[in-house]
T-cell receptor, first 113, second 112 residues
């Protein structure tokens, strides 16, 4: 069975500062994908960033980057230059060859003006 | 852009009613999913389907069934709705390439 753990239920950051959201996972597969999804108050799930496990290079999307530590099974999200629009719930997720996508419990991020 | 459409944004049903939640995607994706989202519990997988007429149980299938007669449509069925099935239900689809999940806007179901 695969699991995804987000141990921090909520975080707060000052606008323009940097924040890191933690995620650990467990899977027996060698080939898998990891994701961070954002869910703003509108409830629409939005893909933030994706990492393929066989790629050593950390994925980056504008102000969002990940720190992927495969051996430690850790996948953290760094948000640089935080903006008010980043206020949302963030979910870490994993999918393996069986196409089953497993989510963590999520973390609520608040960006303070 | 991929579009995943859920038939209702809000739904109110009575205990014991049979409830159908419909989901349609327009990108010819092979894989479709039903999740429920509850505060503090994140998203939990109910069922998923990797092809027409194929289905797999997720982590919490009890009390639910699904139907996938056509590739673009994946239905979630509550045979006899109960109050503990009050939740936000999210449908998603994903192609075999790219492994990107696209979500519908969700259905907030209240069972009274």
């Amino acid at each position: 069975a695969q699991t995804v753990t987000q141990s921090q239920p909520e975080m707060s950051v000052q606008e323009a500062e940097t924040v890191t959201l933690s995620c650990t996972y467990d899977t027996s597969e060698n080939n898998y994908y990891l994701f961070w999804y954002k869910q703003p108050p509108s409830r629409q799930m939005i893909l933030v960033i994706r990492q393929e496990a066989y790629k050593q290079q950390n994925a980056t999307e504008n102000r969002f980057s990940v720190n992927f530590q495969k051996a430690a099974k850790s996948f953290s999200l760094k948000i640089s230059d935080s903006q008010l629009g980043d206020t949302a719930m963030y979910f870490c997720a994993l999918i393996g060859a069986n196409s089953k996508l497993t989510f963590g419990k999520g973390i609520t991020l608040s960006v303070r003006p | 852009d991929v579009k995943v459409t859920q038939s209702s944004r809000y739904l109110v049903k009575r205990t014991g009613e049979k409830v159908f939640l419909e989901c349609v995607q327009d990108m010819d994706h092979e894989n479709m999913f039903w999740y429920r989202q509850d505060p503090g519990l994140g998203l939990r997988l109910i069922y998923f389907s990797y092809d027409v007429k194929m289905k797999e149980k997720g982590d919490i299938p009890e009390g639910y069934s699904v139907s996938r007669e056509k590739k673009e449509r994946f239905s979630l069925i509550l045979e006899s709705a109960s109050t503990n099935q009050t939740s936000m239900y999210l449908c998603a689809s994903m192609g075999d390439r790219g492994r990107k999940l696209f979500f519908g806007s969700g259905t907030q179901l209240s069972v009274l």
